[in-house]
């Protein structure tokens, strides 16, 4: 028998997690709840938990605090809640690192498909390096100073990078010759699906290629697989 996927429902309202807790545990899941961040890190001490339902609007620590903390530590899923429907809150607990939004009220059964959604997705991605226990990483005579954000070339030259351009060269890196295609690199970066209008990606890539002396033409680091997404093809290494 497969074990359950068990779920950690943090929300201050007794009877959301009441009921959420119930119906999850009658669909299958093995169900935790906790009222505020102090009860939620506890729970997560006492053992794995595969997806969290966040709810935004908590007394004392509030869901984006705790989620922004979340990921300095954990890739664990996260679904975030909240009573309000602004677009703001949404876009600003996706860059927090929230893999998907659902607006109070809602349906049990509605968050129970994006549970799992979320963990189908999740469980698709490949395995990554430990890039993040790293403080630099050597690639095709290139060096990625981690703690500083800056690249070094083989030559010595040190450039900076931008948020973004860090961000997704560390993802690229964490996964070294295996193709990831533009949707994987959305959640990964962003904690969503592309839009298929959302050239993003494509954009980034091109400045990272750009950063690496990387012919957009005939590109030997970071190389398009057509019809499958992008590849960094080169040994990696982490230096601790």
């Known amino acids: 028998m497969e074990p359950q996927d068990h779920i950690l429902i943090v929300d201050d309202d007794a009877e959301i997690r009441g009921l959420l807790g119930d119906y999850l545990r009658k669909n299958g899941y093995r169900a935790s709840v906790a009222a505020d961040g102090k009860a939620m890190r506890t729970a997560l001490a006492r053992g794995k938990v595969d997806l969290i339902v966040l709810d935004l609007m908590l007394q004392g620590e509030d869901g984006l605090t705790l989620c922004r903390d979340l990921r300095a530590k954990s890739d664990t899923p996260v679904i975030m809640l909240t009573a309000r429907g602004e677009e703001t809150d ?31 997705r ?74 298929p209008a959302d050239r993003t990606i494509d954009i980034q890539v091109s400045r990272l290629r750009h950063r690496l002396g990387d012919d957009p033409a005939d590109p030997k680091l970071i190389k398009t697989v057509r019809g499958e997404g992008y590849v960094l093809a080169a040994a990696v290494e982490l230096e601790p």
């Open 90 to 120: 949404r876009i600003v607990g996706l860059e927090m690192g929230a893999d998907d939004y659902l607006g109070k009220p809602f349906s049990p059964r509605e968050l129970l498909a994006r549970i799992k959604s979320v963990l189908r």
């Open 122 to 195: 999740y469980r698709s991605l490949p395995r990554s390096l430990r890039a993040d226990d790293a403080r630099n990483i050597a690639f095709a005579g290139w060096r990625l100073d981690v703690a500083a954000r800056h690249l070094v070339s083989p030559e010595g030259v040190v450039t900076s990078l931008s948020g973004a351009e860090f961000q997704l060269l560390k993802i690229f890196l964490s996964h070294p010759n295996h193709v990831l295609s533009r949707d994987q690199l959305m959640v990964l970066a962003k904690g969503r699906e592309a839009d």
